[in-house]
């Protein structure tokens, strides 16, 4: 199956080269448009994928094609691609608050529509990405599209009304992370290790906290609690880290960004 993507960028980019490094669909049966030149140029340069003049053209030759622009622009592209889409083409959306629902109001007809939800993390193959499809799309048809979503990795076919719980824990978080080791590092600058090597302690922490929950199926406090030993350094920090409402906190940020999907 040909596949096309409207939208080039980095998330585009990130989910051809997954495909394409594990073989699932050739370079040149992909094909691409965006606005944005020095995109489509990036992505036919660095992944030999084929290049579209218009969105149009995308739709006209690929059997499934993939909107990987941002939410804003969804009405608008759609309104411009709708009168080609034919019956049994499959939509996979990749944009937050955007329904299954609305999706088919802007098409203005039932349409094969997968809607999901990738992660950054997709841009070094360890993507993490929800997805739900509307009722015209066969158990063969989302199989095949959950095969092109583990191509950069892993998928979880999920509730549509748990999709904005899924921006939050998910689509987002990646910066509330990226915020924690920024943090973690910066302390250990303040204590004298060099700024290069706390990225790394921090980051290696992190990676390695995260497959410990995955690997062990121990429940995180327990896993908290094997580092917590009686009187010992790390329970100071988490006092300290309960004190100042850490947990509270982060909390408090996937609601306002579970609430921000839903108006989207």
């Known amino acids: 199956m040909k596949l096309g993507f409207i939208g080039c960028g980095n998330m585009a980019s990130a989910i051809m080269s997954g495909i394409i490094s594990n073989g699932l669909i050739q370079a040149e049966e992909i094909i691409g448009a965006d606005v944005f030149a020095p995109s489509k140029e990036k992505a036919k340069e660095n992944l030999g994928i084929q290049i579209a003049e218009s969105n149009i053209e995308v739709v006209q030759k690929a059997d499934a094609f993939v909107l990987s622009i941002k939410p804003q622009f969804y009405a608008q592209v ?13 939509i996979i959306t990749l944009a937050p608050g955007k329904t299954l629902n609305w999706l088919e109001e802007q098409f203005g007809k039932p349409v094969k529509v997968v809607r999901t939800m990738p992660n950054t993390p997709a841009m070094v193959q360890e993507g993490m990405t929800a997805a739900c499809a509307s009722a015209s799309v066969t158990t063969e048809e989302l199989a095949y599209v959950c095969d092109i979503l583990k191509a950069f990795g892993e998928v979880e076919v999920v509730p549509e009304k748990l999709m904005d719980a899924v921006v939050a824990v998910s689509g987002s978080s990646p910066a509330y992370v990226f915020m924690m080791i920024e943090a973690m ?6 204590e004298g290790m060099p700024r290069n090597q706390a990225y790394k302690f921090a980051a290696k922490a992190v990676m390695g906290s995260a497959k410990m929950v995955l690997e062990t199926g121990k429940h995180p406090g327990e896993l908290k609690d094997m580092v917590c030993s009686p009187g010992g350094t790390t329970i100071e920090a988490v006092k300290v880290l309960e004190e100042t409402g850490f947990k509270g906190a982060l909390m408090q940020a996937m609601e ?5 999907s839903r108006s989207l």
């Open 256 to 260: 306002v960004c579970a609430e921000k």
């Open 185 to 190: 590092a910066d302390a250990a600058v303040a």
């Open 78 to 90: 759609i309104s411009e691609i709708k009168d080609y889409v034919k019956e049994n083409q499959i």
